[in-house]
């Protein structure tokens, strides 16, 4: 799907929404989803993914879609090679502010995995955006904000975080983003580095950058799951992800899995779902 790039006209409204930055993880970070007097807009984005050599390692598509309600949906598509075959994983994390749930979709293995948006956590993502775009999840920037180059026409703001090694391991990050003001501060532009122990770069890790945005209602089918779709627990969904791959689950994930099913039932039983 083509989306054509068009310049906003910042209207004057009474809304104003937000999403959270999800820092340092597999699938996503650094990321901020604001909308503070923006309409509806999609924006599609080209992430790459780099070895220490700087060899690519992965290339992805990531599209962003919000609504006029402040509902918005991240899909990420990316190819990959497994046992020799390409496969293509397509999946979709859905925050619906008006039906007060988060849905997680995965086309690999027709499932979806939903739980209910509690009122704190809806207040959170309908908050305003920081002010100078600054991040709202409470780490103080090394750099910015301060303006920067356009990205697609925007206006933006540069602004620098450094995320902590994980207990586990790992090595400390640093990310920079440039945000747009007159979308809700989203990034249009993100680069995350690895950093030695002196908290000099080693190398470029993920290079995310948008390529179109269009204003507009997003299609519907952004924030609906196909009809035969099924509801699963995560381990479920977890040991059909391996089966698809024909791999093992390891002992390691199954347990993540097994944890991610406590938290996973105990939410929707707060909710009183079934």
Not at 4 to 14: A, D, E, N, W, Y
Not at 46 to 75: H, K, N
Not at 206 to 235: M, N, W
Not at 242 to 257: T, V, W
């Amino acid at each position: 799907m083509q989306f054509g790039l068009k310049r906003m006209v910042v209207p004057t409204c009474l809304l104003a929404a937000s999403a959270a930055a999800a820092w340092y993880g597999a699938q996503t970070a650094a990321e901020v989803h604001a909308a503070a007097c923006v309409r509806a807009f999609t924006m599609t984005s080209l992430e790459s993914s780099f070895a220490p050599d700087g060899a690519v390692r992965s290339q992805a598509t990531i599209v962003l879609a919000q609504r006029e309600d402040g509902s918005r949906a991240r899909i990420r598509g990316a190819l990959f090679e497994r046992n020799g075959r390409a496969v293509f994983s397509r999946t979709a994390h859905v925050y619906d502010l008006t039906k007060r749930r988060f849905v997680s979709v995965y086309d690999l293995t027709h499932s979806t995995i939903t739980t209910p948006l509690d009122d704190a956590e809806s207040a959170r993502l309908s908050a305003a955006p920081p002010e100078n775009c600054v991040n709202p999840a409470g780490l103080e920037p090394v750099l910015g904000p301060e303006e920067s180059e356009p990205v697609l026409g925007y206006r933006t703001i540069k602004v620098a975080f450094e995320i902590p090694a994980s207990p586990g391991g790992g090595s400390p990050m640093r990310v920079t983003q440039w945000r747009a003001p007159e979308l809700g501060c989203v990034a249009l532009r993100e680069e995350h580095q690895v950093l030695n122990s002196d908290g000099n770069v080693r190398y470029a890790n993920i290079v995310r950058e948008a390529v179109a945005v269009s204003i507009g209602a997003p299609p519907a089918e952004y924030f609906t799951a196909p009809a035969d779709y099924v509801e699963r627990k995560p381990s479920e969904q977890m040991k059909r992800y391996y089966q698809r791959l024909g791999r093992e689950c390891a002992a390691c994930m199954e347990k993540a899995a097994a944890r991610a099913d406590d938290r996973y039932l105990e939410q929707r039983c707060r909710a009183g779902w079934q």
